[in-house]
Structure formats: C-alpha cells, structure tokens
C-alpha cells in the first residue's frame, strides 16, 4: 500500500499541497486526476522519492519514506511527463546505464534488457540513437527503463500525451497487462477517457487536497443515481407531466421534444414502480432510463474550473506540438 497522510509541500509562500491524503491499495490501477496547478505533479515526485514533503508523512508498505530511501525506491518505477536529454545513446546503451543504476550487469543485465525491450516492441531498436527515437518509442523506452528492477509500484506521469491512437492503444494494452501481472499503477492523465477506460480506482486532486477518491465503479455509480431520468413519450406529453407532476418524488421537470427529464428523488424500486404506474395508466412511455454518469461530469463538478481544456480523447496540447 502506498499512502499519503497531511502532506503538506510549499513553494515560497505557494502552497501546492494542503494536506493531502491518499490511500492505493496493492494491485490497484489507480487514475489520478486534477486541473493544472493542482498539485499532481508535486504529489507524484513525493511518492517516487524525488521531493520531501514539507510537513506529514508518505508510507510504502508500511515503510515511512526518508526511512531508508534507497530500499524504497527499489520498489517504485517512474515514469515522468517529459523524456529528457540523452544524447548520442543508443537504446541498449540507455537500458544499460539504468540497469548499472540498480547495480545489475553482466548476462543478467542483458537479459533483462533483451526482455524488457521485446515487451515494448522495441527489439529491432537497439541500435537506434534514443534522440531519433519518435515519441511514441521515447514513452515506451520509459516504461521499458522504469521496469529495469521489476518494481511493485509504478507511477506514470501523462503516459499517453501525444500519443497517435495505434501507439496510445499499445501502450495502454502494456498498462492493463502490467496491472493483469499484480503491480500497484498510478496514472496521471488529462485524457479522461483513458483513466475511465483503464483504472480500477481515481483520486481528484484540487487546490493540493483530494476532493474524491474511491473505486471507479462506486464513484460512476454514486454520480449516476444522481442523475435525471428521461423519460421519451410517444404520445401525451401533457397527460404525463400532470401525472409526474403529482408524484412527490419528482423534485423538478424539464421537457425536449418527446424527451421529460426528472430530477427524481427515489430509488430503484421507485423508479420501477414509477414506470409501471405509467404503463398501467395508459401513458405510451417508449423509454425510461437514468442518465448515464461521466468521469468528464464528475470533473467538472468537483473543480469548478470552467476554463480548464480536458481531454476527452486524444489531442495535441500546445506542449506536444
């Protein structure tokens, strides 16, 4: 289990993080989101070891980090948002000065290196200067790179940004198959459709402190029964609105088309019971449905940034171009 308890972390008189708490549990593929400015990054290079926290505590495993750093960060692969600058290295010879970094060398370090790099489907580059390297190559020579000491936690800083979509559908089939083999994964996205397509789990990070976090399941399901029912009449629209209107359940009423949407305060059974006494009185109701929950809604909602850009698929940022 990795877990944040009050972090705080400042920067001058900026404070990026307020509190913070965060819990993933072991196996878990869990979806970290939030607007610019929120604190993510700053969280993440806390929980890889990279920055200290200014007030509270990380654990891992059970492990306080600062404890013993380097036992720490045997268990962890990182991932960053952006590359860096590794001139005039040829693929092999990056993968094997990262493994060095882990003391690994020799035949072991080889093939290592030869797995991990077939894993990525990156065999036929090994002579390839990493600086030549598309984008999509870089992203997954990270991965290959952050999985060198075979680590039980992974944290991926914007996987899949600037991905074209074969790449991005690869890289995430690596992700799911990683998560498939019991690694603990955190991802940092704007692409709100891959962290619902993806995680088992999300936190939403706001002004530094998580504003929700659970089992994506239960967070979607939570957002959707408080949705509105449309109701789609073939006929006698007005007859219906009367009779929903005398429902005490019914909070409010709105009408498109043939379309009534309810804002309805019952519950399942309700519902049910509300569409059967529609059928029985007659009314021609063609469909009754709640509206479906989004990730994007739910965004939205709990940060309040009207002028943030969210990615609902894939796009080039200004940063990528």
């Not at 600086?131 to 944290?155: C, E, F, T, V, Y």
């Not at 979607?220 to 007005?238: C, D, G, Y």
């Not at 043939?258 to 109701?285: F, W």
């Not at 709990?302 to 200004?318: D, N, P, Q, V, Y």
């Amino acid at each position: 289990m990795l877990q944040m308890e009050h972090v705080k972390k400042f920067y001058g008189r900026l404070c990026a993080l307020d509190g913070l708490d965060l819990s993933i549990e072991d196996g878990a593929l869990y979806g970290f989101v939030g607007p610019n400015g929120a604190g993510k990054t700053t969280a993440i290079k806390i929980m890889a070891g990279i920055l200290c926290p200014d007030e509270g505590t990380v654990t891992i495993d059970g492990m306080e980090a600062g404890a013993d750093n380097r036992r720490l960060k045997k268990r962890i692969g990182y991932v960053p948002d952006s590359f860096g600058v590794y001139n005039n290295l040829k693929v092999s010879e990056y993968m094997e000065f990262f493994a060095s970094c882990y003391h690994m060398e020799g035949l072991k370090a080889r093939k290592r290196i030869e797995k991990l790099l077939s894993y990525v489907d990156l065999s036929d580059r090994e002579d390839f200067f990493v600086d030549a390297l598309s984008r999509g190559m870089k992203q997954k020579l990270s991965l290959a790179r952050a999985l060198i000491h075979d680590p039980k936690i992974l944290i991926l800083d914007e996987p899949t940004s600037g991905l074209d979509p074969r790449t991005r559908f690869e890289y995430k089939q690596i992700i799911g198959e990683l998560s498939e083999q019991g690694k603990t994964i955190l991802i940092s996205s704007h692409i709100l459709s891959d962290i619902a397509e993806l995680c088992t789990d999300i936190g939403i990070i706001d002004q530094g402190r998580i504003v929700m976090s659970g089992r994506l399941q239960e967070v979607m399901k939570l957002v959707t029964e408080q949705n509105p029912i449309v109701i789609t009449m073939s006929a006698r629209i007005t007859e219906a609105i009367r009779f929903l209107k005398a429902d005490p359940q019914v909070r409010s009423l709105s009408i498109r088309g043939n379309d009534i949407r309810i804002n309805y305060n019952g519950s399942q059974k309700k519902e049910t019971e509300l569409l059967r006494r529609m059928v029985e009185a007659g009314l021609p109701v063609r469909s009754f449905s709640r509206e479906k929950g989004s990730l994007e809604a739910i965004f939205m909602q709990l940060t309040g940034h009207g002028e943030e850009r969210i990615l609902l698929s894939h796009e080039e940022t200004e940063e990528d171009e």
